[in-house]
């Protein structure tokens, strides 16, 4: 059975830094495509980042410049490097994998009915 596993939220000042992880386990059948979603209360679950399987990234115009995706094969994992926070940022971050013809973020929300997804951790940036 496939588990997504997200850990390395918090709590974090204004201009600080996370950095999560979405450890992958099982074996999950076709996936060429993993990105980072998230979900403020009362607004729409929205993607962050995409990363192919070439290692190609894309990001939202929001946070490019300040997250990072990137991805440690060897030990199944995704992260998310998460520099110079904003309020904005707060909210509750979700990791995704499956296939897509072209793994970029636009087409992420694809994976909202096809993808693997995991539970889920939560940032809270503090002013």
């Known amino acids: 059975q496939v588990q997504l596993v997200e850990s390395g939220g918090g709590t974090v000042q204004s201009g600080g830094s996370l950095r999560l992880s979405c450890a992958v386990s099982?074996?999950?059948?076709?996936?060429?495509?993993m990105a980072w979603f998230r979900q403020a209360p009362g607004k729409e679950r929205e993607g962050v980042a995409a990363?192919?399987?070439?290692?190609?990234?894309t990001y939202d115009d929001s946070v490019k410049g300040r997250f990072t995706i990137s991805r440690d094969n060897a030990k199944n994992t995704v992260y998310l490097q998460m520099n110079s926070l904003k309020s904005e940022d707060s909210a509750m971050y979700y990791c995704?994998?499956?296939?897509?013809?072209?793994?970029?973020?636009?087409?992420?929300?694809?994976?909202?009915?096809?993808?693997?997804w995991g539970q889920g951790t939560q940032v809270t940036v503090s002013s």
């Open positions: 995704a994998a499956g296939y897509l013809r072209s793994c970029i973020l636009p087409n992420t929300g694809q994976l909202r009915a096809s993808g693997y």
């Open positions: 099982g074996y999950m059948y076709k996936t060429n495509c």
């Open positions: 990363i192919a399987s070439t290692d190609s990234t």
